[in-house]
């Protein structure tokens, strides 16, 4: 038996999925969480197997979106036993629109009110038995959050598939059935009977995917009909359908809902026409963010991070272990690799630790309090503004954790461009892994400055900004962006088990990579910093590292670090951004990493790091979303292009700001910004146009 929960984006479905299979998918406030459809087996045992199907959030069952897509797909082709529409019952209107969607895909249907703690918070009063007996299908109370009534609508579910009994779809006016009658007698003999209204109702919508093997002939009759039709009405067919449905969800919630409250603001209203105003959004996200990098960054997460770097792994650690080693009688060329290599590059990693849990805990804390999807909607309103779409930014959310999830969330977006343009800057905001080399960067070389940690933050979304920008003005990237809809949850207070277990889980993460592929690259870098190409050496100036960093370090001579080591440690975060700092700790273990760089150098080397192509796994993603070679050069290559040239700007300018020179690579530095503020602020379409 198969039952698939369908509803809007955030109506508690994967809540609901997980109380009911004890599976662990993401529950988050944001749409694009669940793109595709995720199958579990029923925990509570009610004398079958039953298959439980978690549906991506759909508005409606329109195919314009991925998600709506692969739902309308799956519900009209698969064809489950029986369906769960959730529908957030806080927000019951605008949710029943799919509602009256689904009961025409001729499946057994039943409803569940979610979020009915809500409703009874706020003092709202639904009558579930006449809004059932007027939709014609069982209707009950649920909180998915509060594990209460999950079990009865089940029940029910399982009831509805036995009975096999599917509900009868709402009537539109006398005129609109006329024409769907004569829409169904046309097709009645080429769609199952089950599905007749469904695509009846499409082909009178102009619904182009409906992918009916009609004659030509049929098809000809029904567009005959409907511009008929829509001559007469005075308006195109799927906008009436639109009104009409709309019309009955009015009648259905004027009976059926009383609304004491309405129009009194909540705590959370009151807080977002703060958190959320025009004038005061920006600065609050910009405080809070600085706050967060601060913290976690420079002050609690530093001070910890001091002691696990400088006590922990500079000699608890390597002294315990070398102790053990002398003891034992290794050779001498495996306690260097162990102390020199493995200690060094894997301890200069983990020692971040506690900075990145900080970090974690305070974006776990944003984000489960309900601010992440503020920062969606500011973002979004600042996105459209560029010409930029919305939607952009849930990638980008997401890719805070991780570049992987986030370029795969770009899915989401419909316009081609738009999600190419997406999967390109995304990584531009610094991932968790890159987190290391900012506050390693941050605090070396900027002990005392507050803001260097928070920049990456603001260069990374300034990054996305100006890229997007500028993309939007070439042609394959030009064209209006698609709007974005998203609802803003209700603030509420952080569960601090949930968010403690988010935290652990993400350093658990951080923890794993060093233990596998940090220690893996560790090895190999001591191995080639201390072996030339024909036997060991003993100065690594002349090992296998320093021939390969030394052939690549002219190039990067003119953005202030070109010094191999500093160039072999920007390869090696091609494979895992972490390296980076791993392969610092090996080969500046005897001399510190001060001496690496000048400050002016260092934040090259982190502008370049930040900016420049992802991992190797990111990197993998990219072109597996961009399906096209050509596409995954075009987005590694500018990436890195990108980040080559706001590095070198950034050096020289310092240079010649801080009085410590001028040259050639001021004038190019300055014709950089003059052309990057061309392509800002030229009038797109135009000159595409004239050329
Ligand atoms: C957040 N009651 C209440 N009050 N909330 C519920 C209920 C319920 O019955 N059911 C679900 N939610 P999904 P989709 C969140 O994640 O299952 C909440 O898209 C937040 N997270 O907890 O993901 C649920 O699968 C920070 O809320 O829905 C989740 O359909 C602040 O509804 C949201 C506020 O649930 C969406 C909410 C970090």
């Known amino acids: 038996m198969k039952i698939a929960l369908a509803g809007n984006p955030n109506s508690g479905k994967t809540t609901l999925f997980n109380t009911l299979t004890g599976s662990n998918q993401h529950v988050g406030n944001w749409p694009g969480v669940t793109v595709e459809k995720k199958d579990g087996t029923l925990r509570r045992n009610m004398g079958e197997t039953v298959i439980i199907q978690d549906l991506p959030g759909i508005y409606s069952l329109s195919p314009y979106t991925l998600e709506e897509i692969i739902t309308r797909k799956y519900l009209i082709s698969d064809r489950p036993d029986a369906i769960i529409n959730i529908v957030d019952a806080s927000n019951i209107e605008r949710n029943l629109y799919l509602t009256t969607q689904i ?107 409906t992918r009916l093997e009609l004659p030509d002939a049929v098809k000809l009759q029904i567009e005959d009909l409907v511009y008929k039709f829509e001559d007469k009405a005075g308006d195109d067919s799927d906008s009436v359908i639109i009104n009409e449905r709309y019309n009955y969800i009015s009648r259905i919630t004027e009976e059926c809902v009383i609304l004491p409250h309405k129009g009194e603001l909540t705590v959370s209203d009151k807080i977002d026409k703060i958190v959320t105003s025009r004038v005061l959004a920006l600065p609050i996200f910009a405080a809070v963010m600085f706050l967060v990098y601060y913290l976690s960054i420079s002050t609690i997460g530093g001070l910890m991070t001091d002691w696990v770097n400088e006590t922990l792994f500079g000699e608890i650690v390597p002294n315990g272990i070398g102790a053990f080693l002398e003891r034992i009688g290794t050779a001498e060329w495996l306690n260097a690799l162990i102390l020199d290599g493995i200690v060094a590059g894997v301890g200069a990693v983990l020692g971040f630790i506690p900075q990145m849990l900080m970090l974690f805990l305070f974006l776990t804390l ?35 954790g991780c570049g992987v999830p986030g370029i795969l969330a770009s899915r989401t977006i419909e316009s081609e ?103 893996l690259a560790s090895v190999i870098i001591w191995f080639l910093s201390n072996h030339s190409f024909s036997f060991r050496v003993s100065d690594v100036a002349d090992s296998m590292l320093a021939v390969i960093g030394g052939g690549l370090a002219p190039l990067f001579a003119p953005v202030g670090w070109g010094k191999w080591e500093a160039v072999v440690a920007a390869l090696t975060g091609i494979i895992a951004k972490e390296n980076i700092v791993g392969t610092m700790g090996v080969l500046y273990n005897k001399t510190g990493i001060e001496t690496a760089f000048t400050p002016l150098a260092a934040y090259s080397f982190l502008l370049f790091n930040l900016l420049c192509a992802p991992c190797l796994a990111a990197c993998g993603t990219v072109a597996q979303e961009m399906k096209s070679r050509k596409w995954t050069a075009f987005a590694l290559g500018y990436q890195c292009g990108f980040a080559y040239i706001v590095a070198f700007i950034a050096y020289q300018l310092g240079r010649f700001f801080s009085g410590t020179g001028f040259g050639v690579g001021t004038v190019a530095a300055l014709v950089l910004v003059w052309a990057m503020l061309m392509m800002l602020f030229r009038k797109g379409e135009k000159k595409w146009r004239q050329s």
Do not use: W
């Open 103 to 209: 009961l025409e895909v001729g499946i057994p249907v039943v409803i569940a009110l979610n979020m009915i703690d809500i409703v009874q918070k706020k003092g709202d009063i639904i009558d579930i038995e006449k809004m059932s007996e007027k939709l014609g299908v069982p209707v009950l109370e649920m909180s998915a959050l509060k594990v209460v009534g999950e079990t009865e609508v089940v029940r029910a579910a399982l009831l509805a598939a036995k009975s096999g009994k599917c509900p009868t779809p709402i009537t539109f006016s006398p005129e609109t059935e006329n024409v769907l009658r004569e829409i169904s007698e046309l097709i009645k003999d080429y769609v199952s009977p089950q599905t007749l209204r469904f695509c009846s109702i499409k082909l009178f919508e102009h619904d182009g995917k």
């Open 417 to 519: 461009s738009d999600r190419r343009m997406t999967i390109i800057t995304t990584t531009f905001i610094p991932c968790s892994a890159k987190l290391p080399i900012i506050a390693l960067i941050a605090g070396t070389f900027f002990p005392r400055s507050a803001f260097v940690a928070p920049s990456a933050y603001f260069i990374g979304m300034a990054a996305i900004i100006v890229s997007g920008v500028m993309l939007k003005k070439t042609k394959p990237f030009k064209g209006a962006s698609a709007p974005f809809v998203m609802e803003l949850p209700a603030y509420h207070p952080p569960k601090p088990s949930a968010v403690l277990r988010t935290t652990l889980n993400r350093g658990a993460e951080f923890v794993q990579r060093a233990g596998t592929i940090i220690l």
């Open 366 to 400: 944003l984000e489960d309090c309900g601010y992440m999807s503020r920062i969606a909607f500011i973002l979004d309103r600042i996105f459209k503004k560029f010409g930029l779409s919305g939607k952009s930014f849930i990638p980008i959310l997401i890719g805070t």
